[in-house]
């Protein structure tokens, strides 16, 4: 399981310059504590408040996976065709995702598979590939069921490919800002292959909830 970490900083105003965290919403990178690698997931950064005339607050969210509860691994892009090749990815409870520094790699077409060597993978991390800008197609293995909150946001993707067995469960945001996807409501309308349901808030809380309960016990 995850660990959330929050903190604030007060950053200082230089004249019309507001410098920013170091961090921004949606990175993903190791970590090193005590000698040990963790997986962090910046969740949102975000201004709070001015703490006086020229200081403001800034506070900071980070999903955070201990050494022993992630894998680094790969997964292919452009399966079968000549610039076919294998992207480093992270699997962390079950879900995959690129590092911030890897996403540029991701190119083309990218197979989400429910098995990778000895890992299992069920969905898509959150902000799993997010600003992914060369991803172009997304195929979802049979038994991967769910991609959580920006899974693919800001992405170049422009066409999801789900499988017929297994609906697939889509955070309302997995697909925000992906400018050559068709405009479609995500709610009514079906414009991709096989089935999938996107859904937000409680109603989304609702069935991840059943999904971990038919698919993610026995990983």
């Not at 993978?121 to 909150?149: E, S």
């Not at 995500?186 to 991840?208: N, S, T, V």
Request: glycine share 6%; with cysteine.
């Amino acid at each position: 399981m995850s660990h959330i970490i929050t903190y604030t900083e007060e950053i200082e105003e230089h004249g019309y310059c507001q410098e920013r965290p170091g961090l921004h919403t949606g990175d993903k990178y190791l970590y090193e504590v005590d000698g040990k690698k963790r997986l962090r997931i910046v969740r949102s950064v975000v201004f709070d408040k001015y703490v006086w005339e020229n200081v403001a607050q800034w506070t900071t969210i980070i999903e955070e996976y201990f050494e022993e509860e992630y894998t680094l691994t790969t997964v292919l892009v452009n399966y079968g065709q000549p610039d076919q090749k294998e992207i480093p990815v992270f699997v962390a409870d079950g879900m995959v995702g690129v590092l911030s520094c890897d996403k540029d790699l991701v190119c083309g077409e990218l197979i989400i598979p429910s098995r990778r060597f000895n890992t299992v993978v069920k969905g898509v991390a959150t902000f799993g590939f997010y600003d992914c800008r060369h991803l172009t197609k997304v195929i979802f293995d049979a038994r991967v069921v769910i991609a959580c909150h920006y899974a693919f946001a800001n992405s170049g993707v422009k066409e999801l490919v789900f499988n017929d067995l297994t609906p697939v469960l889509l955070h309302m945001t997995s697909v925000d800002g992906c400018e050559h996807l068709p405009k479609f409501d995500k709610l009514f309308d079906r414009p991709f292959k096989g089935k999938y349901l996107f859904r937000g808030g409680e109603a989304f809380d609702d069935w991840e909830k059943e999904l971990i309960e038919l698919h993610f016990l026995n990983k």
